[in-house]
């Protein structure tokens, strides 16, 4: 049976169902996670099978950032118009453990030589 062009499932990954669809998966992984953390007796917690604590939701939604990233780029702004899976914007990425926000390159990573690296692992280090 052949669901037709028009059907939400083969519209963009941004429709509200699809949307909904990949948080479902997510929590489970998440959730899968967390069991198996516990099982062997990782330190950390970010919650249990049955029910995700504020850490394992948080990794849901950064699951859920990471897998829309390519369908934010801004496209204006990216005049060259050459972003890859790297380069997106980490901004929305936040660390489970401190709460710091993740700091994009200075430089497209396809563009990083010795020369520029230095800084990059400068501020990688701050």
Not at 57 to 71: C, L, S, T, W
Not at 72 to 94: G, L
Request: glycine share 4%.
């Amino acid at each position: 049976h052949e669901l037709g062009k028009d059907h939400w499932c083969n519209q963009l990954d941004l429709t509200p169902q699809c949307q909904k669809l990949y948080e479902s998966f997510y929590q489970l992984q998440v959730k899968f996670y967390a069991r198996d953390m516990i099982e062997a007796d990782y330190p950390f917690r970010i919650g249990t099978y049955e029910e995700l604590n504020e850490k394992g939701e948080m990794m849901v939604k950064m699951h859920m950032i990471d897998d829309n990233r390519h369908e934010t780029f801004n496209q204006e702004v990216d005049e060259r118009n050459c972003k890859t899976f790297r380069d997106a914007d980490p901004r929305r990425f936040i660390s489970i453990h401190s709460g710091a926000v993740a700091a994009p390159l200075k430089t497209y990573w396809i563009d990083l030589n010795d020369e520029n690296n230095k800084e990059v692992h400068m501020l990688c280090a701050a």
